[in-house]
């Protein structure tokens, strides 16, 4: 065959489950075209970035192959392992490869962007300057100070000295320190040493370092044991073999100073990738990983697509964590495709978490994974001792009893800090006529049966969905009837925080929950400006993970009636980890802690086996639970989600998915549908689901690879949005 028939095989990001052909642009030979790179093609009218994933003979038959207009990459951008791995994703998430590809890529180069450049602007000191006779303290001595010991970059700056850049600009114009452009650094100098490992972090440091190749540890370790210091090490050993390593955590756990930490401990240059990060840093990031310049990354979900040429280790902060899933898009989870490519990539891969997932329980427990565990709290810090109060009949105050205000006072009397939990923001949950019974409803989310309240916020002022972001003004008056009697229900962290401030005039009171700290550090600043002193946190689950706040000695769960009875199945699990997690931010140092669970339920069976028996005794039990009812991790299950502005649409749709399904008849698989979803009405859409389960994931696979072409091409799908989420982690 010669060249001039070979096709350039393209993976376009458009919903269409198939590859499409294209010659190479003129004056080029196909063979000139590497795999892997991106090339810009007319698509229709418009024209579309994509990778070329092949080559050879067309396989679009009489249609007409247009040339490509250009190629974007001199060398593969994705290849090897990591394009492997992707391709795996696209056939196991049954998404178009295109998108997949598009998903795994930074926003700057999906876009067409030329591959950054990734030398970094560092600073150094002037050899034989003369920095003693600089103010001391002053910002330009602490600069030059901090220059003395070796070279640094920019952003480490940032991190390490705020203002620096005057000071920078005072050195240089006194010629005592200059800026310049080199490769990051690659060699560690010798980080800050941290505390000597107690015998089951040295262990589980061991068990990580014996995997040969692939392996995966579940490193299952009460709050506070001392996980973190067990990854530094692993990371430690992993640069050491000039290794990468990649370290996800949850979107709320990448805080400043969990990076000041990492690169004071490592002694060298940690990569960040998160949400807060401009399109091109993204992309100098991703391409310095690429070009195996980035020794560490630590980011956020979508860090797991980083290029890793030379990996060593892949670590999951915090596994069960929820927002390792994408909801949208492409619904891959990263801690799942993570096993995918440490195995891809023969190296280990560790899970942390005081709460495993039931997940990856099982697969500890059927042996998949190696397990190990931190039993005890590291250094001399005591286990929190986890109570319930029952409520029942006590006259509350903004949802609090006194029993409980009794011990915020003698917390805060005795110079401690308490935290009062509750996982609902704003206001109040509610607005209620008192004269009629009206309530204030979302008009997009609610139907005629489910009823969706807007949330009160900003002190009974204004009205929010949570669920579309819908906001309005409260009403001055009832809708219905005209009356003035209009009051906030229920108690949100707002509310709490009014009240508490009323309560405790001689103590800070912070609230910590999305509406107070929407910037990257605000959360930082007030836990900074709070410091050691004796005060009241009220906050959501933002204040559940990874803050170390020494003083801490009372947590104050309040309002989880609500989610003890919750029809998910994933429910109890959640709500158990969330609690174990709360619990765990008390007495983190040497004053011992106190966590007390107000109820109007003492004796649900969740609340009992969590405190007598902790999150192990739950997990246990509710994994018979799970066996016996057939849900995962012993069954495998896709949700088919469809919505469209009438109910009708997705019924048919996912009624003709049924028959489809049925049709195939795949032993084992069962097809549970179509039902409204759980919130069957959201920003004017009507959703239904469908769910398919099989007790093997590849009977589930088989279901989907016979069923969904055929839905793809079905004129009932024309007339709404639909998705296949494989392995849901919200029925939503
Ligand atoms: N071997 C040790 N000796 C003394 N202190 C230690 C030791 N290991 C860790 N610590 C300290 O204990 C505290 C908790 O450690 P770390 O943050 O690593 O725990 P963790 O298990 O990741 O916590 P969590 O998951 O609850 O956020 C930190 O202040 C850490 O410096
Ligand atoms: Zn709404």
Redesign the pocket.
């Known amino acids: 065959m010669s060249s001039s028939d070979a096709m350039l095989r393209v993976a376009l990001p458009v919903p269409l489950a198939r590859l499409f052909d294209y010659r190479a642009p003129d004056g080029f030979a196909t063979a000139d075209v590497p795999i892997g790179a991106r090339v810009r093609v007319p698509f229709g009218a418009r024209e579309l970035i994509g990778v070329v994933v092949g080559s050879g003979p067309g396989e679009d038959g009489a249609r007409e192959t247009k040339p490509a207009l250009a190629v974007l990459d001199g060398a593969p951008l994705l290849h090897g392992e990591l394009l492997e791995s992707l391709r795996w994703l696209a056939r196991y998430a049954h998404a178009p490869l295109g998108e997949v590809l598009a998903t795994a890529l930074p926003a700057a180069l999906r876009q067409g962007a030329p591959v950054p450049e990734t030398d970094v602007a560092m600073w150094r000191v002037v050899e034989g300057a003369a920095t003693e006779k600089l103010r001391r303290d002053a910002l330009p001595h602490r600069l030059a100070d901090l220059l003395a010991s070796r070279a640094r970059s920019e952003d480490e700056l940032d991190e390490a000295l705020p203002g620096w850049r005057t000071a920078a600009r005072t050195l240089a114009t006194r010629g005592m320190a200059e800026s310049y452009r080199a490769a990051p650094e690659r060699i560690a100098s010798a980080g800050v040493p941290?505390?000597?490992?107690?015998d089951e972090?040295r262990a589980a440091v061991d068990a990580i370092a014996a995997q040969d190749g692939f392996g995966a540890v579940l490193l299952e370790?009460?709050?506070?044991?001392?996980?973190?210091?067990v990854y530094l090490h692993a990371i430690a050993d992993c640069l050491a073999r000039d290794r990468q390593a990649l370290v996800l955590v949850p979107e709320i756990g990448l805080t400043p100073q969990t990076l000041a930490r990492f690169r004071a401990r490592l002694g060298i240059e940690v990569h960040a990738l998160h949400s807060g990060l401009t399109d091109a840093a993204r992309a100098r990031v991703w391409a310095a990983a690429a070009r195996g310049e980035a020794r560490v990354i630590v980011g956020t979900r979508s860090a797991i697509f980083t290029p890793l040429p030379d990996a060593g280790l892949i670590v999951i902060d915090?596994e069960h964590d929820g927002s390792y899933k994408q909801q949208d898009g492409i619904r891959y989870h990263a801690r799942d495709f993570a096993l995918v490519r440490g195995k891809a990539l023969a190296v280990p891969v560790v899970l942390?978490s005081?709460t495993p997932s039931l997940e990856s329980l099982h697969n500890a427990q059927t042996g998949r994974y190696t397990h190990v565990r931190?039993s005890q709290?590291?250094?001399d810090?005591k286990p929190p001792t986890v109570r319930v109060l029952d409520v029942r009949k006590r006259p509350l105050d903004a949802g609090l009893s006194a029993d409980l205000l009794a011990k915020l006072r003698a917390t805060v009397d005795a110079g401690g800090q308490a935290l009062v939990f509750r996982n609902r923001r704003g206001y109040a949950p509610v607005l209620l006529c008192h004269d009629c019974g009206w309530s204030a409803a979302c008009k997009r989310c609610s139907t005629p049966d489910h009823p969706h309240p807007m949330t009160v916020h900003a002190g009974g002022r204004r009205l929010q969905c949570h669920h579309c972001g819908a906001r309005q003004p409260a009403p001055m008056a009832c809708p219905d009837c005209g009356g003035l009697a209009l009051q906030p229900q229920g108690v949100g962290t707002e509310r709490l925080e009014e009240r508490l401030i009323e309560l405790f005039p001689d103590v800070p009171v912070l609230r910590v929950d999305r509406g107070s700290t929407r910037r990257r550090d605000a959360l930082e600043s007030l836990l900074g400006e709070l410091g050691d002193r004796a005060g009241i946190l009220v906050g959501t689950q933002m204040l559940a993970?990874?803050h170390?706040l020494p003083n801490l000695t009372l947590v104050a769960v309040v309002g989880i009636d609500e989610g003890l009875f919750s029809a998910d199945f994933r429910a109890g699990e959640k709500l158990a980890q969330l609690l174990i997690q709360v619990a765990?931010r008390a007495g983190?140092a040497r004053r011992a802690g106190e966590v007390w669970l107000q109820t109007h339920h003492p004796s649900h069976p969740l609340l009992q086996v969590l405190i007598s028996g902790g999150y192990r005794a739950f997990a246990e039990q509710e994994l018979v639970e799970r066996e016996a009812a057939g849900f995962p991790p012993f069954a495998h299950l896709a949700l088919l989600r469809a919505e469209a502005k009438s109910a009708e649409p997705p019924a048919a749709f996912l009624s003709l998915a049924k028959q489809i399904f049925d049709a195939a008849n795949i032993p084992g698989v069962e097809v549970h549908g179509p039902l409204p979803a759980p919130m069957p009405r959201r920003a004017g859409f009507q959703r239904a689901q469908l769910l398919v389960s099989a007790p093997q994931r590849r009977a589930l696979h088989a279901a989907l690879d016979a069923g969904l072409p055929a839905l793809r091409d079905a004129p009932e799908g024309r007339r709404l949005r639909w998705s296949v989420d494989v392995d849901p982690v919200d029925l939503y």
């Open positions: 941290g505390p000597a490992l107690n972090q370790g009460v709050t506070g044991s001392g996980k973190t210091e915090e942390g005081a931190l709290r590291a250094g810090a993970k990874g170390d765990g983190r």
